[in-house]
């Protein structure tokens, strides 16, 4: 049975810090590009960051460009979102979702994704 069990969230001021962890199990992780997506209350949920399966190729969404870096360690069957500089406006439930394939014109929809993990909540506040 597939499974992404996503952690790593919490309370966290403005300009601090957060690593999040998307752990993969039942499914041959190694294949799957992993993407991160997050959706704050009241509004559409939106594509993060990607990263496809051996590391060679990282997209992100344009707001979190240097601020937020995806790694994934295949050993371990997790993948990781480094957040910094945090702003009460990166306030949302974070997921982590799996795609066997995506086109390059548009990495962070989710329209590539079949399974999706439950969440974990990152609050941005001071």
């Known amino acids: 049975q597939s499974q992404l069990v996503e952690s790593g969230g919490g309370l966290v001021q403005p300009g601090g810090s957060l690593r999040l962890s998307c752990v993969a199990s039942g499914f041959a992780f190694h294949y799957y590009h992993i993407g991160w997506f997050r959706q704050a209350p009241g509004k559409e949920r939106e594509g993060v960051s990607l990263i496809n399966g051996d590391s060679s190729r990282i997209h992100y969404l344009d707001s979190v460009k240097g601020r937020f870096t995806i790694s994934r360690d295949n050993a371990k069957n997790t993948v990781y979102l480094q957040m910094n500089n945090l702003k009460p406006e990166d306030t949302a439930v974070y997921s982590c979702?799996?795609?066997?394939?995506?086109?390059?014109?548009?990495?962070?929809?989710?329209?590539?994704?079949?399974?999706w993990g439950q969440g974990t909540q990152v609050t941005v506040s001071s």
């Open positions: 979702a799996r795609a066997l394939a995506y086109d390059l014109g548009s990495p962070l929809s989710s329209k590539w994704y079949d399974y």
